[in-house]
């Protein structure tokens, strides 16, 4: 696995400040692997200003949504967790599973689907507001999303987490900072023995600024210091990097943070898009709802006090020739 980091300018959140910090990280190899493989090859660099539609939206919500992540596996499942706590999940037609939870948290990743000891259920690692380590689980038998502790012995406050494939070593694999070293990311593969969860530690890795989001990209993964929030679209052979500065516009870059553009969400018929959005996740091989380019999910104020999730349509970007 590689591991990369980039410093940020204040215009463009992917940026490198100088080129010689284009490798903050040092290419590390994972446990699968001897040598670091090379990164797919992404689209050309997208420079301007790109529009995507709109394409649906959640009913007006409980409130400010702080975090919004997807599962991939058979089926998806749509995570919202709200600023003034509180977490909800949503089936690909915007019907709710299962009743809502009051679980606080400050950050969730994407989740994995699995059938544990015969039971299809849907995980997805999260930090609750006092940094603790969580896995959010639904699936049979259940009738509200349950929170267990992640197998992870970390004993200081986490501060945020990404997650990304695993392969054949696990479930997923997961990064995390905590709040007295923000500037360590350590990385490490979910897995399941029986009915137990477990953790297979796997490298720790100073990025040489303080982190605020992180993100997996196939085999790289990458950290900022300035962006809010980050989601990364893949396709194919193809990736790109989304993100949100906080109270700027959702950006793309395409090579991996060299380059970033604006992304301008055009509403749709029945659909507002935000303005300002405040959480972003990706998936660009979706396999249910009906999107064929995939989906870029976007949170934020639709209009004055209204708060909605809204999927975007990237297929202009992950299906163009």
């Known amino acids: 696995m590689q591991i990369k980091g980039w410093r940020l300018s204040a215009a463009f959140p992917f940026v490198n400040a100088a080129a010689g910090l284009s490798l903050l990280f040092a ?8 040598t670091p493989t090379e990164t797919p090859s992404q689209d050309p660099v997208i420079s301007g200003e790109i529009e995507l539609p709109a394409v649906w939206s959640t009913r007006p919500l409980q409130g400010k949504v702080r975090d919004v992540a997807l ?5 998806a499942i749509l995570a919202v967790a709200y600023d003034a706590g509180g977490l909800e999940f949503f089936d690909m037609e915007g019907d709710r599973l299962g009743e809502p939870t009051r679980f606080h948290l400050k950050d969730i990743a994407d989740g994995r689907a699995s059938s544990i000891q015969g039971t299809q259920l849907t995980i997805f690692p999260g930090v609750t507001i006092e940094g603790g380590l969580k896995a959010y689980v639904f699936g049979e038998g259940l009738v509200a999303p349950a929170q267990i502790d992640l197998p992870i012995p970390e004993q200081r ?8 494939e695993a392969g054949s070593q696990g479930l997923m694999r997961i990064a995390y900072w905590t709040i007295s070293n923000n500037r360590l990311l350590r990385t490490g593969v979910i897995g399941q023995s029986g009915d137990e969860l477990t953790w297979e530690e796997e490298d ?7 982190i605020t989001s992180c993100v997996f990209a196939y085999d790289t993964l990458v950290a900022s210091p300035r962006s809010a929030a980050s989601a990364s679209l893949t396709r194919g052979d193809n990736a790109a990097l989304l993100s949100i500065e906080e109270g700027g516009p959702l950006q793309i870059s395409t090579d991996l943070g060299m380059t970033t553009s604006s992304i301008t969400v055009r509403d749709g018929i029945t659909v507002t898009a935000p303005d300002v959005p405040t959480a972003v996740t990706a998936n660009g091989s979706l396999p249910a709802g009906g999107y064929p380019g995939g989906v870029v999910v976007i949170a934020g104020e639709t209009s004055e006090g209204t708060h909605q999730v809204v999927f975007v349509d990237p297929s202009a970007i992950t299906l163009k020739d």
């Open 204 to 210: 720790a890795t100073e990025a040489g600024f303080p």
């Open 27 to 34: 290419a590390t190899a994972c446990g699968r692997q001897e």
């Open 71 to 75: 599962s991939t596996g058979s089926g």
């Open 157 to 164: 406050a986490v501060e945020g987490l990404c997650s990304g």
